[in-house]
């Protein structure tokens, strides 16, 4: 039955990434990165992850996380826009450039080939089915099924809703962009966008975007 699962999983993914990067190579990256990242963002008392399988669009995050190429930054163009700044205002601005906007001048554009393939998978909702490594049990959820965990009282000091966008990679396929949002009942939640890099055949957190104030 598990074989059964994985291989409508795996088709799943098949199906919304057609015609683009390497089937095989994306689905499997995509389930070590989503184990990475709700991994990263789960407090450690969570004893089941509840996955929503319809995954966010960029529609339904673009007010709290812009997601522009343009808007991009090295490290050393950061800094030298903040040496720049004659006003305070100015400055501050570019503070807040370098803090949020600014990446490594070697990943540039690693992050901006991973920034435009996360704005076109994540154009419309697909249904995610990817099995994934977490360190307690998991099940996914459909949208209705949310409402009912929801109140469910028995869950609401043992477990966690993740909501997932679909992944963005670079051209290289070593770093991934991908939003998490996490409810955790009584317990209050989350919500990011992060960066994930490959480092010794691992995901690690590289950068995580801050949200959007205007």
């Given amino acids: ?16 990434f057609q015609g683009q990067t390497p089937t095989q190579t994306r689905e499997t990256l995509s389930a070590t990165l989503y184990s990475a990242a709700i991994s990263n963002v789960s407090p450690s008392w969570v004893k089941q992850f ?15 996380f812009l997601v522009d190429p343009d808007l991009l930054l ?12 004659s006003s305070k205002a100015e400055k501050h601005k570019a503070l807040h ?7 490594p001048d070697a990943d540039r554009d690693a992050y901006v080939s991973a920034i435009r393939d996360y704005l076109r998978v994540n154009q419309n909702s697909i249904n995610l089915d990817v099995p994934v490594s977490l360190p307690q049990p998991y099940r996914f959820l459909s949208d209705d099924e949310v409402l009912t965990f929801t109140h469910d009282p028995n869950l609401q000091t043992t477990a966690s809703i993740f909501w997932v966008s679909v992944i963005g990679f670079s051209r290289d396929m070593n770093l991934g962009l991908v939003y998490v949002r996490r409810d955790a009942y009584a317990w209050g ?9 490959q480092q010794n055949g691992k995901w690690q957190l590289a950068s995580s975007f801050c949200p959007n104030k205007s």
């Fill in 189 to 197: 939640g989350s919500a990011g966008l992060y960066a994930f890099k």
């Fill in 1 to 16: 039955m598990r074989g059964v699962f994985v291989s409508v999983a795996l088709l799943s993914l098949s199906l919304a």
């Fill in 50 to 64: 509840l996955i929503v399988r319809s995954t966010v669009p960029y529609a339904r995050t673009d007010l709290g």
């Fill in 74 to 85: 090295s490290d050393s163009e950061a800094s030298q826009r903040y040496a720049q700044a």
């Fill in 97 to 103: 450039d370098e803090l949020c906007n600014a990446v």
